[in-house]
């Protein structure tokens, strides 16, 4: 049985060599992925636009932005690499930005967007119990409905607008129906309906 020492002197240089490289931890290179998101047609910047992260492949990487008020956004510690930007508002896919090439440097994409026609954030807090608040936006102006219904399809409080300018709105309901009854805890939706759409979003009311 050959010695250790016997073993030592066979290896070559360049098997030693090797092994260290093997030891030795991989570098990694990372980058900073910076840019804004400004609405296509007035310029102007869109607030909360998520910019998501994903391979070639279209899986997601888990990173991800969103712009502030200014439309500003920035990924950082972003492996070098050549990605999509998939830019969502509410869950509205407004943008696609493809082959993203990140270095070990600072890389900027300006995203031009399409803001969705009508757009209904989820009721907050869900589940709420004594008051519930609720956002829209409108892209122009004209009529619009804001309504809540029940499982069954009952309709029990609506708010309409027939000329709601184009814009951003608050409501916040006390679950009170059109009569200024009481609704009792379940589940409901909201419904929104202009520019010739519908949208709708789920809460619950509890005790």
Same mark, same amino acid.
């Given at each position: 049985?050959?010695?250790?020492?016997?073993?030592?002197?066979?290896?070559?240089?360049?098997?030693?060599?090797?092994?260290l490289l093997l030891?030795?931890?991989?570098?990694?290179?990372?980058?900073?992925?910076?840019?804004?998101?400004?609405?296509?047609?007035?310029?102007?910047?869109v607030a909360r636009?998520?910019?998501?992260?994903?391979?070639?492949?279209?899986?997601?990487?888990?990173?991800?932005?969103?712009?502030?008020?200014?439309? %500003?956004?920035?990924? *950082? =510690?972003?492996?070098?690499?050549?990605?999509?930007? &998939?830019? #969502?508002?509410?869950?509205? @896919?407004?943008?696609?930005?493809?082959?993203?090439?990140?270095?070990?440097?600072?890389?900027?994409?300006?995203?031009?967007?399409?803001?969705?026609?009508?757009?209904?954030?989820?009721?907050?807090?869900?589940?709420?119990?004594?008051?519930?608040?609720?956002?829209?936006?409108?892209?122009?102006?004209?009529?619009?409905?804001?309504?809540?219904?029940?499982?069954?399809?009952?309709?029990?409080?609506?708010? %309409?607008?027939?000329? *709601? =300018?184009?814009?951003?709105?608050?409501?916040?309901? &006390?679950? #009170?129906?059109?009569?200024? @009854?009481?609704?009792?805890?379940?589940?409901?939706?909201?419904?929104?309906?202009?520019?010739?759409?519908?949208?709708?979003?789920?809460?619950?009311?509890?005790?």
């Amino acid at each position: 049985m050959p010695s250790p020492t016997s073993l030592l002197r066979r290896a070559t240089p360049s098997a030693l060599a090797l092994g260290l490289l093997l030891l030795a931890p991989m570098s990694s290179r990372a980058g900073t992925l910076c840019g804004t998101v400004r609405d296509a047609v007035t310029s102007q910047p869109v607030a909360r636009a998520g910019i998501f992260l994903r391979n070639l492949d279209w899986t997601y990487t888990g990173l991800y932005a969103a712009s502030a008020i200014d439309g %500003t956004w920035c990924l *950082a =510690a972003v492996p070098a690499g050549t990605y999509h930007l &998939d830019v #969502r508002v509410d869950d509205y @896919r407004l943008a696609v930005v493809r082959d993203v090439v990140v270095t070990d440097g600072a890389s900027g994409v300006d995203v031009p967007v399409q803001p969705p026609s009508v757009a209904l954030d989820a009721p907050w807090p869900n589940p709420a119990a004594g008051r519930v608040n609720f956002r829209l936006r409108l892209g122009q102006d004209g009529p619009a409905t804001l309504a809540v219904f029940d499982l069954a399809g009952r309709r029990l409080r609506a708010w %309409t607008d027939t000329d *709601a =300018a184009a814009g951003e709105r608050l409501l916040e309901w &006390d679950f #009170r129906d059109g009569q200024g @009854r009481e609704v009792p805890a379940g589940r409901y939706y909201l419904r929104l309906e202009a520019a010739g759409r519908v949208v709708t979003a789920p809460f619950v009311r509890v005790h």
